[in-house]
């Protein structure tokens, strides 16, 4: 019989052994071959073999274990959701205008109790401002999130990409040239200056990563490198522009909620809505990217395509968050860190975590730009900084030795 | 009835930016239940191959998979007949081994996530590392990595398996334990390629031997008629010793490198068990 007959047959009747091995070895071989013979054609029964370290019973522990570690992040999930809203009820709660307690909570769905002052507070200031403070958090913290994955840097953001340089440059245009897209009203002049730009800068990225091979190490070098150039640009402006429209560009780029309305939440509130089921949709993915591009390729993740679209999602949220509240540094990149913390790298559960954590530290940079300074609202960029770094550094110091 | 499992691979070629790495390999069919080594000098292309088949990099040519042109499939396809092991190390993650072999699952239907996990804590214990199960990867060392990501290749339960380099970074023990999975899951009617640099190892484990040099085949069939003086020296450039033990298999002694001997020949006493012995009477260092 030739070798490939021997071969054919055997594969048929399923031998374990065919061919002499060296004794002692092949016959543990048999006693395992026999004892693992279902391990790979499913069935969740375990087989009844004892070959490796743990039994049937210890693997089932392991398992109901594994289950509690799971249990346990929803938990923390869910934790993190009476976090923010706490946060964002703090925001609420503090202003220069004394509200009541009791009345902004009655006020909220009975504007008609506040006095009429009182309900252009809340409902004009208060509110779209809180309610901005949780939606750029949570935008600039899934896309910080997402960005870190996909291109595999822990210290990508928003930020560090050259994202807020390029909105920024687009605010100058607009503030010292009034130069923008022709056919809007004044007001919306620097904002949509700032989301073209914003865009156009992680667009351009995608347009270089397509036409040399999407490969994170580059993609982070060109975002960094449009950043530098983008800076360039608007010292350059800052240099020309007059003394009043400087000003108007500082203020501008040290990022302020003041300037929420209820337009603006309406339009980031949408841009957050739409993206973040495609977001979840793309976890399981994303987690696999965890562990490498070429592991994540041969488990069957179009690597390329979920790049393609995550970067698509990161550009509408970041662009659309810097370009009402200005440059926010720090929560996009802070808040995916925390979140992996605290549930791990499973984007089931940090991506959730991720925007919980963004929009609470986000809410609570927001009181503390309001009660820093009496009398004074500090602009948000400042204070996020300010505020995060105390909390980063201690879940930090908490895990050091785990990473060691 | 389905076609019996085959792997026939002809004139594959594989050019990455005008420079090709692969020119146009063919192989005699590959059928199931073999564990086939594939071995060569650094550079040969074996890695090249390999991601060929599980679709890493764009390969033209003739390869069928149970008669099915797999260069063709979808990368969902891919993944469901093959299961690949990259030579790379999973990254330093907080994911555990549990998780990350369930994420190389994903492509299965929903809603039988306990059968999922059980199957994956399965395959992991399998492996010998079920008690690291619940450890984040960036706490594993490089070997107890590797065999994670063997678990991560091997969960899919796919019918063709490609290794590249499974125990590069493993103990004895733990090579042995590697190799003789991969004999089982060949031995189950699987397909396996194995990308292994230790020769010995190779012909001990595999039904045959494809040996690659200078991006093409040099020689395929069974270890004894692989491995021989000749092709160490053709290949490697070393001058060898290919002994063969009871078995009939051979298992090769590296002397040096071929041609005239060089200062940094290996040395050749303690081979020889005679000559100047370095230290010791008995040829063996002792501390302490």
Request: charged share 15%; with cysteine.
């Amino acid at each position: 019989m030739s070798a490939r007959a021997v071969l054919r047959n055997t594969a048929v009747d399923h031998t374990p052994l065919r061919q002499p091995r060296p004794s002692g070895r092949g016959e543990a071989r048999q006693t395992q071959a026999a004892a693992s013979q279902a391990l790979l054609h499913g069935g969740t029964e375990a087989p009844a073999g004892t070959h490796g370290v743990l039994h049937d019973s210890a693997l089932h522990e392991v398992w109901r274990t594994h289950r509690r570690v799971v249990r346990r992040r929803w938990w923390m999930v869910g934790s993190l959701v009476v976090l923010t809203v706490l946060a964002g009820l703090g925001d609420l709660f503090t202003g220069p205008a004394a509200l009541p307690f009791m009345q902004v909570l009655h006020g909220l769905y009975d504007p008609d109790v506040l006095s009429p002052s009182m309900q252009v507070v809340l409902w004009q200031v208060r509110l779209p401002v809180a309610l901005m403070a949780l939606l750029v958090g949570a935008s600039l913290a899934l896309a910080g999130a997402e960005m870190q994955t996909i291109l595999n840097n822990p210290l990508a953001e928003p930020f560090t990409l050259g994202v807020s340089s390029c909105a920024a440059l687009g605010a100058a245009l607009a503030i010292v040239l009034d130069w923008g897209m022709p056919g809007l009203d004044a007001g919306l002049l620097v904002p949509a200056n700032a989301f073209l730009f914003a865009l156009g800068s992680l667009l351009l990225l995608q347009l270089l990563a397509h036409w040399r091979g999407a490969h994170a190490q580059t993609l982070v070098l060109f975002g960094i490198a449009i950043g530098f150039a983008a800076g360039a640009c608007l010292s350059l402006l800052q240099f020309i522009a007059s003394e009043d429209a400087l000003q108007q560009l500082v203020f501008w780029s040290m990022g302020s909620l003041a300037r929420a309305d209820w337009q603006s939440v309406a339009i980031l509130a949408v841009v957050v809505i739409v993206t973040m089921p495609f977001s979840w949709r793309a976890a399981g993915q994303l987690t696999s990217l965890r562990l490498g591009e070429e592991h994540a390729r041969s488990f069957g993740v179009d690597v390329t395509a979920l790049r393609r679209w995550a970067l698509l999602r990161i550009s509408l949220l970041a662009a659309t968050a810097v370009a009402f509240v200005g440059t926010v540094g720090f929560v996009g990149l802070v808040g995916p860190h925390v979140a992996r913390m605290l549930v791990g790298d499973g984007h089931r559960h940090l991506l959730p975590a991720s925007v919980l954590i963004g929009a609470a530290l986000m809410a609570l940079a927001s009181v503390a730009s309001k009660s820093l300074v009496t009398g004074v609202q500090l602009p948000i960029g400042i204070v996020t900084a300010l505020v995060g770094l105390p909390v980063f550094m201690g879940l930090m110091l908490r895990r050091r030795g785990d990473r060691a | 009835m389905k076609p019996p499992l085959t792997l026939q691979v002809r004139d594959l070629a594989v050019s990455y930016r005008g420079h090709e790495v692969l020119a146009g390999l063919s192989l005699p069919d590959l059928f199931a239940g073999e564990l086939i080594a594939l071995a060569g000098p650094n550079g040969a292309g074996k890695s090249t191959f390999l991601k060929a088949l599980a679709g890493l990099v764009r390969a033209t040519g003739w390869v069928r998979i149970g008669g099915e042109d797999c260069l063709r499939w979808s990368v969902r396809e891919r993944a469901a007949h093959i299961g690949f092991m990259p030579q790379t190390l999973p990254l330093d993650t907080w994911l555990t081994v549990l998780e990350a072999t369930l994420s190389a699952l994903q492509g299965n239907a929903v809603g039988q996530r306990q059968s999922d996990e059980m199957r994956a804590l399965q395959v992991i214990e399998h492996l010998g590392i079920g008690e690291l199960a619940l450890r984040p990867l960036f706490q594993l060392s490089g070997g107890q990595r590797q065999l994670a990501a063997l678990a991560q290749a091997v969960v899919r339960g796919s019918p063709v398996l490609l290794l590249d380099e499974p125990v590069s970074a493993l103990d004895l023990a733990h090579q042995w334990q590697v190799m003789s999975v991969a004999r089982r899951l060949a031995d189950e009617g699987r397909i396996v390629l194995v990308v292994l640099h230790d020769l010995t190892l190779a012909a001990q484990w595999a039904d045959r031997i494809a040996i690659l040099s200078q991006r093409n085949i040099h020689s395929f069939g069974r270890p004894a008629d692989v491995i021989t003086d000749k092709a160490l020296k053709e290949v490697w450039c070393v001058q060898a010793r290919v002994r063969s033990c009871e078995q009939g298999r051979p298992y090769v002694l590296v002397d040096g490198p071929a041609g005239p001997p060089t200062q940094h020949a290996a040395p050749q006493a303690p081979l020889h068990g005679g000559g100047e012995a370095p230290a010791g009477r008995d040829g063996v260092l002792h501390y302490g």
